[in-house]
Nanobody, 123 residues
Framework: QVQLVESGGGLVQAGGSLRLSCAASGRTVSTYSIGWFRQVPGKEREFVAVLRWSGGSTLYADSVKGRFTISRGNAKNTVYLQMNNLKPEDTAVYYC????????????????WGQGTQVTVSS
């Protein structure tokens, strides 16, 4: 089992920045993919970015390319999502997810999920 805890959400004005953290425990995630997803009420969970811990490969949703960066932290088992030039449409609950095998954009493929952290971007 892998436990995931997100932090770093909050309220920010459009154009501002936030850094989300995803701390994993229970098992080492050195062979896992760690992804970020977001969800607003009434909509499906949306892929944001994913990192394959081994090798460092990354994928991004088109809507966040050039603004968001996913990275491994120096602290063991921590993944960050640096969000710059935030827009009101980035407002959502952000979740991190982990899977030992899958590396991709499909939310249903990930086995482990955190509880989420709220990001609100005001115009």
């Amino acid at each position: 089992q892998v436990q995931l805890v997100e932090s770093g959400g909050g309220l920010v004005q459009a154009g501002g920045s936030l850094r989300l953290s995803c701390a994993a425990s229970g098992r080492t995630v050195s062979t896992y993919s760690i992804g970020w997803f977001r969800q607003v009420p009434g909509k499906e969970r949306e892929f944001v970015a994913v990192l394959r811990w081994s090798g460092g490969s990354t994928l991004y949703a088109d809507s966040v390319k050039g603004r968001f960066t996913i990275s491994r932290g120096n602290a063991k088992n921590t993944v960050y999502l640096q969000m710059n030039n935030l827009k009101p449409e980035d407002t959502a609950v952000y979740y991190c997810a982990a899977d030992r095998v899958y590396y991709g954009t499909g939310a249903s493929e990930y086995d482990f999920w955190g509880q989420g952290t709220q990001v609100t971007v005001s115009s």
